[in-house]
């Protein structure tokens, strides 16, 4: 079984680890955002990739749901203690990846083979890829004007209302290589429970990744980022009121016109009338089981002859 995962940070990486649980890893492929990169002290700090990084490799804290477990945060307070610029928070395990990385990337290398080289050091299985190799970075337009995404998210800890994003570079980013094969050979593609405009958005973003959704011959699955109309984390829940119109099932869908046969979510969003197939069960990732089976319910629609797209044959 081939499957193709797209992903943001703290939710993509939770299900993606649930989602190697229930399938041989080998055939998973998980593409990462890269909308939220951004350099902290000269370094390259790709924080989705990082998350699902951790989480594939089981060296994630799950309780804070980003960086490694058994942190220590003494280089980051040095350099607050030196006078730096110290609000967005690296570990000290933590950087060592962004030191590796940054290396790499100043030798010439692509994001995509100092992903794979760091996955392959940390003995994951499944292939994780950036969206792409280019420059895309995500801006969050606001009343207080338009704002990088980290300065939206971490320094101002997304208070500003959202009233657009923008995908900086999408328009002429190309799919980092192995993307369009793995979506072209996939059984299954799922969007994970990830936030739909700063997480999935700039995935998608990528004209070609979205064309071969959109062209796909498989079901494509998403999974609900909300329970009981509520981001589980962050503020996924506030941007689709503001810009979808409402925090529930169909609300999300709307975000992926097109895109998805099928839509997981949780029991308390009740039952609504929705374009695509509803699966509706227990959502949150409390743990490994409950991740696993989670990701199970995904897979269903694989199997399920309900969900048929009109252009399969
Ligand atoms: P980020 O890049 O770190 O912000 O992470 P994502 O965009 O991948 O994930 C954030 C989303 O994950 C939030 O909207 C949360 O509601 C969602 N999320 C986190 N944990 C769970 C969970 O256990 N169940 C579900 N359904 N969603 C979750
Ligand atoms: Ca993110």
Redesign the pocket.
Known sequence: MKVVLL????????FARGLVDAVEPSGVTVIG?VG?DLEVFGLHVS??LD?ILYALADLNDDER??GRADETWKALESAAELGGDAWFRLGDRDLGLHLVRTESLRRGEPLSEVTAGLAEALGIEARILPATDDRLRTWVQTEAGELEFQDWFVRRGHRDEVVGVRYEGAEGARPAPGALEALAEADLIVI????PFV?IGPVLAVQEIRAAITNRRVPSVA?????AGK????P?DRMLNRLAGGTGPAQVTSCYKGLIDALVY?ESDGEVELDVQPIVTR????DADARRKLAEAALSVAASASVRHSSWP
Do not use: C, E, Q, Y
Request: proline share 9%.
């Open positions: 992903s943001g940070g703290v939710g993509g990486a939770r955002n939220d924080p989705d998350s749901g980003w994970a429970p990830s936030n997480s999974v609900s980022p909300l329970i981001a589980v984390k962050g996924a949780d959502t949150l990732m409390s």
